[in-house]
């Protein structure tokens, strides 16, 4: 994701808790979740992290529609 001219990665809620179950961080917030998965992942490669962690998500665990 593009955001005011900088690579960022997406993280909700959902992100929050799926990386942080699988071991990816440790992290309380889904702001402190941002702040390690981005430093984890170097800015040219923000983008395709945050589709890969997506996707990972929503193989695993399914979409879910809402009510």
């Known amino acids: 994701m593009r955001q005011l001219g900088q690579e960022r990665i997406s993280v909700d809620i959902h992100v929050h808790r799926v990386t942080n179950r699988w071991g ?8 402190q979740t ?17 589709s890969c962690v997506t996707r ?5 665990h399914g ?3 809402p009510p």
């Open 63 to 65: 979409l879910v529609r």
């Open 34 to 50: 941002l702040a390690a998965l981005e430093a984890a992942a170097p800015e040219p490669q923000r983008s395709r992290a945050s």
């Open 24 to 31: 990816y961080v440790r992290a309380s917030t889904p702001e």
């Open 56 to 60: 990972r998500a929503n193989r695993r």
